[in-house]
């Protein structure tokens, strides 16, 4: 799972002090990676960040949306007007075979980049240094 | 990248922007309904719940307008490209058409110059008479009315005077009684002279371009507002100008002056309710009928028989028939000949009393309705046949009977720098001659022009203001008066 970032947003867009902002790339990933499981909602897809990340990571649940907006904006997710288990209608995001391409490439990515940056913070030696 | 553009270009949503907005604000309030319902079942009352929902949600308004921007920036980019296109193409539309418009003016403008061009030429082909073969630039004068061929005549370079131009263009007809000339320039006062009485004795006046000389049987040429029946008769300057043209008007017309002088010192001295002055004024209003009635008669037929030597002879019951034409030359008696209906230039010549030569001659016709001229050919022999001459004549045209060997609507073609003199009266081809480059006399002149019968002096004017004298025409050819030189500009009138 991607890590916390610490982050630079506009002074407007900034959660409360305490908690990490999230890069906007990171945010994406998280929800591709949600709606790998099943498609949901907003409110679905936000407490399932929060789970996920262990209330470490809770993001002003508003801006989700801008990023659900720009994935279904590139085709990375699809959408359609549904009813919740409470009967409340409700949009469900879903993701689309682009989509599932994009998780892929991007967790290989986090991965690769967090093993690095595993590495960097433990001291250890680059591979490519170590041959 | 591009890829994405591509499909972000034809992909956008179509709906409005509005529904766009409803639908995100539909999706907020489910999610902030959502957090309520969590917040309520951890024991918050609604209203904090409600407010800590909002907390952890964020703006509404300002996350509607990021996705607006999210969802519609492409197709907003699109309409602004559009606008900008369709501004462009509108530019270049509103350009085009202006200046399509500027270039269909400038086209027309030179049309019309071309078609003014084109009436200038086509005037100068069909114009008639010149003193020089066209050539530019040309100032022209005009002559119309009763001489032997109006139309436009070249000024030569030496200029030219009424007289010389009338004689140019062959003389007055019999029937003229006023000469009216409408000086080109603005600042000139037009003047009209009496035929018969002002031209030999006034000053010779000069024509410039575009002066128009009227010749016509009718006393008011020039007058344009005329009207006998109405015109005042304290107007004295016209009054005077009629009473030259007429003797008996102008005694009726000083009479009248006296009767008015006569009354005003009577009403001054006992006023106006005396019986003299009662008196004078019938006599003053009966000065005025006679004078009113003497003007019309002028202006109508008896004009005719009061015509001094007239040599028509119309009797008085034909001067109502519709047809009165005008014939001159060489015919046994010159005049106006009235006809029931058309007639042809046969009708007419054998009605003027025939021809009395024998040599072929050429009869021009010159007509009333459009001043064109038609022409043919005719001798003495061929009057006999009935489909000699058979060119109709209408009212008011005139019919010039001449001995040059053909007719032509242009008879007078000279070299351009050849000096003209002017001759008229009888003989047979009055008009300009140019004057050869060795010269010519007047005897030598005046057998060019041919001698009519009945001629006796010669009276020759050297130069536009020079001296005159006049010979007699039998010393001359006897050699006991001297043959003299033809210069430029002369002037020889046969009498």
Known sequence: MPAPKPDKQPPDKQPPKDQPELLQGTLEVMILRTLSRAPNHGYGIARSIELASGKALTIEEGSLYPALYRLEKRGDLASDWGTTDANRKAKFYSLTPRGQDKLKEQVALWERLSTAVHRVLAGEPTPERAQ | ?495
Request: glycine share 8%; charged share 25%.
């Open chain 2, 1 to 495: 990248m591009s890829r994405t553009l591509l499909r972000s270009l034809f992909s956008f949503d179509p709906r409005p922007t509005s529904e766009v907005e409803d639908e995100m604000r539909a999706e907020f309030d489910t999610h902030l309904a959502m957090l309520e319902d969590e917040l309520a079942q951890q024991g918050l009352d609604p209203t904090t719940a409600r407010q800590q929902a909002l907390a952890r949600f964020g703006n509404p308004t300002r996350l509607a307008r990021e996705g607006t921007a999210i969802k519609l920036g492409d197709r907003i980019m699109l309409q602004r490209i559009n606008l900008a296109l369709l501004l462009v193409v509108g530019a270049a539309v509103i350009f085009l058409l202006v200046h399509n418009q500027r270039m269909t003016s400038r086209n027309m403008q030179t049309m019309e110059q071309l078609s003014a061009t084109i009436a200038v030429l086509q005037e100068r082909t069909q114009a008639a008479p010149m003193f020089e073969p066209a050539g530019p630039p040309q100032k022209l004068i005009y002559l119309e009315g009763l001489v032997a061929m109006p139309g436009a005549y070249v000024i030569p370079p030496e200029g030219i005077t009424l007289r010389r131009a009338i004689a140019a263009a062959g003389g007055l007809h019999p029937d003229a009684r006023s000469i009216h000339l409408d000086y080109g320039q603005p600042d000139m006062t037009d003047i009209t002279l009496s035929a018969s009485d002002d031209l030999p004795t006034r000053d010779d006046p000069r024509l410039a371009a575009n002066d128009i000389v009227t010749v016509s049987s009718d006393l008011y040429t020039g007058i344009p507002t005329f009207n006998p029946e109405t015109f005042d008769l304290n107007d004295s300057t016209l009054l005077d100008r009629l009473a030259k043209q007429d003797a008996p008007l102008g005694r009726m017309v000083s009479r009248r002056s006296e009767i008015k002088a006569s009354l005003e010192e009577a009403a001054g001295r006992w006023g106006s309710d005396h019986r003299d002055v009662r008196s004078a004024q019938v006599m003053l209003k009966g000065a005025d009928t006679a004078i009113r009635s003497r003007i019309i008669e002028l202006s109508g037929k008896l004009k005719r028989a009061e015509r001094p030597n007239s040599s028509s002879s119309i009797p008085s019951s034909e001067q109502d028939l519709a047809v009165r034409v005008s014939i001159s030359g060489l015919v046994a008696k010159p005049g106006t000949y009235s006809f029931a209906k058309s007639a042809s230039v046969r009708d007419l010549i054998l009605q003027a009393g025939g021809i009395n030569t024998d040599q072929p001659l050429t009869v021009m016709v010159t007509r009333a309705r459009d001043g064109q001229r038609e022409g043919t050919s005719i001798s003495k022999n061929a009057l006999h046949n009935p489909e000699c001459g058979n060119l109709w004549v209408d009212n008011g045209d005139i019919v010039r009977v001449s001995a040059s060997p053909e007719y032509s609507t242009n008879p007078v073609v000279q070299p351009v720098e050849s000096p003209m003199c002017y001759v008229a009266g009888r003989v047979h081809r009055s008009g300009p001659y140019a004057i050869p480059k060795d010269g010519v006399t007047l005897m030598r002149l005046l057998s060019t022009c041919g001698l009519r019968d009945g001629a006796t002096t010669v009276t020759h004017t050297r130069g536009l203001n020079g001296a005159s004298h006049t010979i007699e025409i039998a010393k001359l050819m006897k050699g006991d008066a001297a043959d003299i030189p033809v210069a430029g500009m002369d002037a020889i009138e046969v009498r």
